[in-house]
């Protein structure tokens, strides 16, 4: 049921995860009984209370209008079937399983319809009175990240080097090529897609080739901001990869941020990655008699287990809201069944709710709200601050900002 109507009720389910993480340099995993999390949570929320003043209720517009068009993405299919085994294996080493994003189908009704049911407050959807939320466990999963720092959170650098530089590097052409490639799109500074796209198919250097080519997936696809293009900011992110960060909690903050700017304005063109929202949520009713054990293993892969699976076709966006209007919790597989045992993320610091800083700006989420996607014992988050969390890198005062959520 949704916390807001049971305040200080402790919700359960199976067992409470018995390891927290810590994000920043003094993360330790700290083994705690489920009393110890449900006084601390109590206590916290006594103390700081809910994210929304009392008796104001936010006023959003009752239709909502989400623009979900995507990237045409048949040259990156064409070269990804070009390449050999080796070659695949390579890129999948270094970057999980991002090309398979590549042949997902997005349901744009079904987008349309999940944004209508989300709470810019809350960062979550409420279906009925179910919460549920993409969290860092599942979206990990997803894209079998493993060869990251799971804590090293990407910050946005206040001095980057210049675009051109990060060009010639990236590519190994000249200066006066990069120069020639740099175009300003909607007042953003980026280059074409079509300008990579010769070179992902003849450069000499191997890893050249499969580097730019996952840049390209998270440029067109993981933040599709501006369509056909890869902005400058993406390239910054991509070039901190090499340092180890772990890109989901970012692209959870764009995927966040996109939903509660649409559903706030009732309209706006959705920049996260509709690709992992579309998988996301159709895993949760991913039926199973039993798990195969398989399904656990390193090697299990859920993205090419889903793009195996017939999902339904041509539902209409109406449907979608019914069935979200309706939801029962027995409906919900809330434990998606390739999700492998781990410890789960519940707190930061001293604060129940996670800061996530994205491409664009900064958002929270809480993820004691969501413990029954673990099978695990649901709390009430104390969720003072959550609503003040979301915040754009614009303007003066927002470095600061970006620094004490990267403390936090």
Not at 338 to 344: D, G, K, N, T
Request: aromatic letters at 12%; proline letters at 5%; one cysteine or more.
């Amino acid at each position: 049921m949704h916390y807001r109507h049971h305040i200080r009720k402790v919700l359960t389910r199976d067992r409470l995860p018995k390891n927290r993480f810590l994000m920043e340099e003094s993360i330790i995993q700290i083994t705690e009984r489920n009393a110890a999390v449900r006084d601390w949570s109590l206590k916290t929320q006594k103390e700081r209370g809910d994210s929304l003043v009392e008796g104001c209720i936010a006023n959003f517009p009752e239709h909502v209008t989400v623009n979900v068009r995507q990237n045409n993405l048949e040259d990156l299919v064409r070269v990804w079937n070009q390449w050999d085994s080796d070659t695949r294996g390579i890129f999948t080493e270094r970057y999980g399983d991002i090309a398979d994003l590549i042949t997902v189908n997005v349901d744009e009704r079904l987008i349309q319809a999940m944004v209508r049911f989300w709470d810019p407050a809350y960062q979550c959807f409420t279906f009925n009175q179910e919460d549920m939320t993409p969290t860092i466990e599942e979206y990990a999963a997803l894209l079998r990240v493993e060869n990251v720092q799971p804590y090293k959170i990407y910050v946005k650098e206040p001095k980057p080097m210049t675009f051109k530089k990060k060009l010639v590097r990236l590519t190994d052409m000249t200066d006066a090529w990069a120069e020639r490639q740099i175009k300003k799109k909607n007042e953003t500074i980026c280059i074409p897609w079509s300008s990579l796209r010769d070179l992902i198919l003849n450069h000499p250097d191997m890893l050249k080739r499969v580097n730019l080519f996952a840049l390209v997936i998270y440029g067109l696809i993981i933040f599709p901001k501006v369509l056909g293009y890869i902005e400058v900011v993406v390239v910054d992110f991509f070039e901190r990869l090499k340092q180890g960060i772990n890109p989901v909690p970012t692209i959870l903050a764009e995927t966040f941020r996109s939903l509660s700017s649409c559903r706030k304005k009732g309209e706006g063109h959705f920049i996260g990655c509709a690709q992992l929202l579309n998988v996301w949520i159709l895993s949760h009713f991913w039926k199973v008699e039993c798990t195969p054990f398989h399904m656990f293993s390193k090697t299990f892969s859920p993205l090419e287990a889903y793009l195996k699976k017939e999902w339904p076709r041509e539902v209409t966006e109406q449907h979608w809201v019914s069935v979200f209007q309706n939801l029962r919790a027995e409906d919900v597989t809330w434990r998606a069944p390739w999700i492998r045992p781990s410890v789960l993320l519940y707190k930061v610091g001293d604060q129940d709710w996670v800061p996530l800083l994205g491409l664009w700006g900064g958002v929270g989420y809480a993820p004691l709200m969501v413990q029954r996607q673990f099978s695990s014992r649901q709390f009430v988050p104390a969720t003072g601050g959550l609503a003040q969390s979301e915040f754009a890198f614009v303007g003066e005062g927002y470095m600061k900002r970006v620094r004490d959520t990267a403390k936090s």
